[in-house]
Antibody, heavy 121, light 107 residues
Framework: QVQLQESGPGLVKPSGTLSLTCAVSGVSINSSNYWSWVRQPPGRGLEWIGEIFHNESPHSKPSLQSRVTISIDKSKNQFSLKLTSVTAADTAVYYC??????????????WGQGLLVTVSS | EVVLTQSPAALSLSPGERATLSCRASQSVATFLAWYQQKPGQAPRLLIYGAANRATGVPARFSGSGSGTDFTLSISSLEPEDFGVYYCLHRRTWPLTFGQGTKVEIK
């Protein structure tokens, strides 16, 4: 069974860097799937952050592109998100998700449980 | 960037009634559209992908239709557990975008 689990600090200081990891089990990170990050500010809707396919160049939301890095660690079967220069507006529940190319035409069929990250001093 | 506009923002229906949710795209996304259900405190759950394909384990009362710019999610006969917020998502081009959501309340 495919499982994803986010981990990282729940509190980040303003102007700091948010760093999250998504551990993947039940499927190889090298498989033909998209690996993605989605966030949800408290009480608001879902926001796509970005995704990476295999080890190709990642794609991210244009308004976040200058601050976002998404990468894969094949040796640990995990992928990560780094978001620099954070502000209170980056406070959200962060989800990692798999885009199942064969199972779901690339749409996100497996999700982590979500991790609340608060930006505050 | 494709903008997805969902309507209505919210609806309240009784068990057994039919629910019809709409998602309109600012430009054609062909059939590269999915629907998700999210309940409080939970991750989104994939219901429909490719505009009309039910995901694994999704009950047959959920159906999707549409192509191009206009899409519909129908719930034929609402069950009490169908409450939540429903989002559409496209992956026609990067960046992917979500609609703002439709909140479904069961009376």
């Amino acid at each position: 069974q495919v499982q994803l689990q986010e981990s990282g600090p729940g509190l980040v200081k303003p102007s700091g860097t948010l760093s999250l990891t998504c551990a993947v089990s039940g499927v190889s990170i090298n498989s033909s799937n998209y690996w993605s990050w989605v966030r949800q500010p408290p009480g608001r809707g879902l926001e796509w952050i970005g995704e990476i396919f295999h080890n190709e160049s990642p794609h991210s939301k244009p308004s976040l592109q200058s601050r976002v890095t998404i990468s894969i660690d094949k040796s640990k079967n995990q992928f990560s998100l780094k978001l620099t220069s954070v502000t209170a507006a980056d406070t959200a529940v962060y989800y990692c998700a798999r885009g199942g190319v064969i199972a779901a035409a690339g749409f996100y069929d497996y999700w982590g449980q979500g991790l609340l990250v608060t930006v505050s001093s | 960037e494709v903008v997805l506009t969902q309507s209505p923002a919210a609806l309240s229906l009784s068990p057994g009634e039919r629910a019809t949710l709409s998602c309109r795209a600012s430009q054609s996304v062909a059939t590269f559209l999915a629907w998700y259900q999210q309940k409080p405190g939970q991750a989104p759950r994939l219901l429909i992908y490719g505009a009309a394909n039910r995901a694994t384990g999704v009950p047959a009362r959920f159906s999707g239709s549409g192509s191009g710019t206009d899409f519909t999610l129908s719930i034929s006969s609402l069950e009490p557990e169908d409450f939540g917020v429903y989002y559409c998502l496209h992956r026609r081009t990067w960046p992917l975008t979500f609609g703002q959501g439709t909140k479904v309340e069961i009376k």
